[in-house]
């Protein structure tokens, strides 16, 4: 792995969030996107090198839905940059982690990615994520 992609948290209101986070790092979102199929609304902050992904649920039934449900607002993943995604997810899976995605799937931010079950990491659901090459 590559260094620390992003860091995701979970949010009630993007909205509203939004401002918060415009507030306390002094830049506005560089991107607002939906990824339909996570069921999500994303954006993301990047202030020097770091980069931080708000996620509202744009469904009762999601994951961040549920996530919030359960744990409140909160950090809800750590993602790591890769350079190929699919060796990384054969070499974790032959490292007993547990990957719920056996195939790298789009995301947000023009990225490739893939969770690791927290239940293997620690209690921190990890993702992973590789830049889709554009053409």
């Known amino acids: 792995m590559d260094k620390i992609e992003h860091i ?16 306390l790092l002094g830049v506005p979102p560089y991107k607002i996107e939906e990824v339909i199929s996570e069921s999500v609304k994303t954006s993301f902050f990047k202030t020097g090198p770091n980069k931080i992904e708000l996620l509202e649920a744009t469904d009762n039934t999601s994951a961040i839905a549920k996530f919030i449900e359960k744990k409140g607002e909160g950090i809800h993943h750590i993602a790591f940059a890769v350079k190929d995604i699919v060796s990384e997810i054969t070499r974790l ?3 007993g982690f547990t990957v719920l995605n056996e195939q790298p799937k789009k ?4 990225k ?7 239940k293997t990491t620690g209690g921190v659901l ?8 554009e053409n």
């Open 126 to 133: 990890i993702e992973l994520c590789q830049d889709i090459e």
């Open 8 to 23: 995701g948290i979970a949010v009630k209101s993007l909205e509203k969030s939004n401002l918060l986070f415009e507030q």
């Open 107 to 110: 995301g947000a931010d023009q």
């Open 112 to 118: 490739l990615v893939a969770f690791l079950h927290p």
């Open 93 to 95: 899976k032959s490292a």
